[in-house]
């Protein structure tokens, strides 16, 4: 059984910070291109950011470079998401997700965490 269990999610104010975690199956974490999804109420799934799997390689979506800050601990199986300036626009449910290839398409992984709800005040 394969498990991606998101945590840290909450309130921060705009301007603040918080990180996420994802903590996945011994199985396939040192092999997976792992990455970080979100969805806002109304709106699709949207690619944020993505790692591979040594954590050399990593990429982000334009609107949270500079921003963000994906990275990885294999000897945890946990992938992080540092998320600085919070903006008005970053709140919705963020979701981890494993896979086997380098892709900013939510079809490009196999494994999906149930997501952590990351809520910004002005």
């Known amino acids: 059984q394969v498990q991606l269990v998101e945590s840290g999610g909450g309130l921060v104010q705009a301007g603040g910070s918080l990180r996420v975690s994802c903590a996945a199956s011994?199985?396939?974490?040192?092999?997976?291109?792992m990455g970080w999804f979100r969805q806002a109420p109304g709106k699709k799934r949207e690619f944020v950011a993505r790692?591979?799997?040594?954590?050399?390689?990593?990429d982000y979506a334009v609107s949270v470079k500079g921003r963000f800050t994906i990275s990885r601990d294999n000897a945890k199986n946990t992938v992080y998401l540092q998320m600085n300036s919070l903006k008005p626009a970053d709140p919705a449910v963020y979701y981890c997700?494993?896979?086997?290839?380098?892709?900013?398409?939510?079809?490009?992984?196999?494994?999906w965490g149930q997501g952590t709800q990351v809520t910004v005040s002005s």
């Open positions: 011994e199985r396939i974490f040192s092999s997976s291109v």
């Open positions: 790692i591979s799997s040594s954590g050399g390689s990593t």
């Open positions: 997700a494993a896979g086997s290839r380098w892709s900013t398409s939510s079809q490009g992984y196999d494994y």
